[in-house]
């Protein structure tokens, strides 16, 4: 079992950047899971945003924010990052990030392949 906690959300002007943590614990390392970044804004549905495989040397970022946001992870302290820069209004929603058991090499960001979430943490992009 894992437990995901994300921080880091809040509200930023268009242009600006917030960096999103999402830290494990439980009986079994972080390292041992591919983690994925999900947002859903209102009235949508959840979707990936990006993801990194089990050493981070794999990487997937889906087009919208190509260029603006950076996954990275640092195994040793259980923590999963995402770098948003460039910030705009459509980046807003509750940003879930989650692991998956089954990539053995790689990572997806499709919501069916994840078997832990957090509870998510809410980004608003405003002036």
């Known amino acids: 079992q894992l437990q995901l906690v994300e921080s880091g959300g809040g509200l930023v002007q268009p242009g600006g950047s917030l960096r999103l943590s999402c830290a494990a614990s439980g009986f079994t390392s972080q390292r041992y899971y591919a983690i994925g970044w999900f947002r859903q804004a209102p009235g949508k549905e959840r979707e990936g945003v990006s993801c990194?495989?089990?050493?981070?040397?794999?990487?997937i970022y889906v087009d919208s924010v190509k260029g603006r946001f950076t996954i990275s992870r640092d195994n040793a302290k259980n923590t999963v990052y995402l770098q948003m820069n460039s910030l705009k209004p459509e980046d807003t929603g509750v940003y879930y990030c989650?692991?998956?058991?089954?990539?053995?090499?790689?990572?997806?960001?499709?919501?069916?392949?994840?078997?832990?979430w957090g509870q998510g943490t809410q980004v608003t992009v405003s002036s």
């Open positions: 989650a692991a998956a058991k089954n990539f053995d090499i790689g990572c997806g960001v499709y919501n069916s392949e994840y078997d832990f």
């Open positions: 990194i495989s089990r050493s981070g040397s794999g990487t």
